[in-house]
């Protein structure tokens, strides 16, 4: 049984440039969400999926990220115009939403280490 | 809104001491509490999870935590820490819309 997978676990980006990170879910795990996380901080949430649909966006989400999540499978997060406060942990997580009342445990993947000179 | 304090930012324990760790939540309804372990340039780990019932509940690496309502504390224990105990200790509430709210988390470390 594999867990939830990230790729790359580390990228070093000039400012200004696009990245995009790929997390690769528990399978039928069917909920994928995205989290950032800042030195000496807990994550904090970014977006999440159910299936193919993007059902809750944070406001720490600024236009210049973009998640998707096409076939309800695999997940990417891309970051266009990196800035410098940019840097950090993105983590994702998967569930399968339990039957009562949408009790769930969310496993996370090692996380993606962003750094933007 | 959700919020999760965790009061204590460093825990220093001698291997073969007892730990507790602090969590206070936040939340507005019944709520579904964690706790993660993350080691350094990690993910999360899940220790354990209160969803309702036992108000005492066991997790991994033999940690425990005890729910008290009137408090609003979710507070992780363990009996006896040993070194490889050591790392980031989160406390996390499941908030409305089914994402997790972190506390900053305390970091353990672990005296020979």
């Known amino acids: 049984d594999t867990g939830v997978s990230q790729d790359p676990r580390h990228k070093i980006t000039k400012r200004g440039q696009n990245v995009t990170f790929r997390c690769d879910p528990i399978?039928?795990?069917?909920?994928l969400y995205w989290y950032r996380q800042t030195l000496g901080q807990g994550p904090e949430f970014l977006t999440y999926?159910?299936?193919?649909?993007?059902?809750?966006k944070s406001r720490l989400l600024s236009d210049r990220f973009s998640a998707e999540r096409p076939k309800g499978s695999f997940s990417t997060l891309e970051i266009q115009r990196t800035e410098q406060g940019d840097s950090a942990m993105y983590l994702c997580?998967?569930?399968?939403?339990?039957?009562?009342?949408?009790?769930?445990?969310?496993?996370f993947g090692p996380g993606t280490r962003l750094l933007v000179l | 809104a959700q919020s999760v304090t965790q009061p204590d930012i460093h825990i220093t324990v001698s291997e073969g001491a007892s730990l507790e760790l602090r969590c206070n939540y936040s939340?507005?309804?019944?709520?579904?509490l964690f706790w993660y372990v993350q080691s350094p340039g990690q993910g999360l780990q899940l220790l354990l999870k209160?969803?309702?019932?036992?108000?005492l509940v066991q997790g991994i690496k033999g940690f425990e935590a005890e729910f008290k309502r009137s408090q609003s504390s979710f507070n992780l224990r363990k009996p006896s820490v040993h070194w490889s105990d050591a790392a980031e200790y989160f406390c996390?509430?499941?908030?409305?819309?089914?994402?997790?709210?972190f506390g900053a988390g305390t970091i353990l470390r672990v005296k020979s």
């Open positions: 939340y507005g309804a019944t709520p579904y």
């Open positions: 999926f159910q299936n193919e649909a993007q059902l809750e």
């Open positions: 399978s039928e795990h069917n909920r």
């Open positions: 997580a998967s569930s399968f939403p339990g039957l009562a009342g949408g009790r769930e445990t969310q496993y």
């Open positions: 209160y969803f309702s019932g036992d108000t």
């Open positions: 996390a509430v499941g908030a409305y819309g089914n994402k997790l709210v």
